[in-house]
């Protein structure tokens, strides 16, 4: 069974720092990269950050950039996402995603959500 467990959302004041994890099983995870995935009411699905499988690059929407950090430990199947500098913004439920190549983020799998609650 193919999971991508996101944790580690909560509510945050404006400035502060989160980390979220996405443990994954089930499938091969060297085979995919890993994005990471915001959904705020009421408006459309945004790729936040993808780290590529291949050579660990990175790749972050403008927005975030200087922000938010992706990292992956492959020992553990796990990508993580070091959220700092919060704005009330950012706020919206974060998931995590397989892709097969981070510049065509086509989610395979996904898991289900943490939301992430900045206050202002």
């Known amino acids: 069974e193919v999971q991508l467990q996101a944790s580690g959302g909560g509510l945050v004041q404006a400035g502060g720092s989160l980390r979220l994890s996405c443990a994954a099983s089930?499938?091969?995870?060297?085979?995919?990269?890993i994005g990471w995935f915001r959904q705020a009411p009421g408006k459309e699905r945004e790729g936040v950050s993808c780290i590529s499988s291949r050579d660990s690059s990175t790749h972050y929407v403008d927005s975030v950039k200087g922000r938010f950090t992706i990292s992956s430990d492959n020992a553990k199947n796990t990508v993580y996402l070091q959220m700092n500098s919060l704005k009330p913004e950012d706020t919206a439920v974060y998931y995590c995603?397989?892709?097969?190549?981070?510049?065509?983020?086509?989610?395979?799998?996904r898991g289900q959500g943490t939301l992430v609650t900045v206050s202002s």
């Open positions: 995603g397989a892709v097969k190549l981070c510049t065509q983020p086509l989610i395979e799998y």
């Open positions: 089930g499938f091969i995870f060297d085979d995919y990269d």
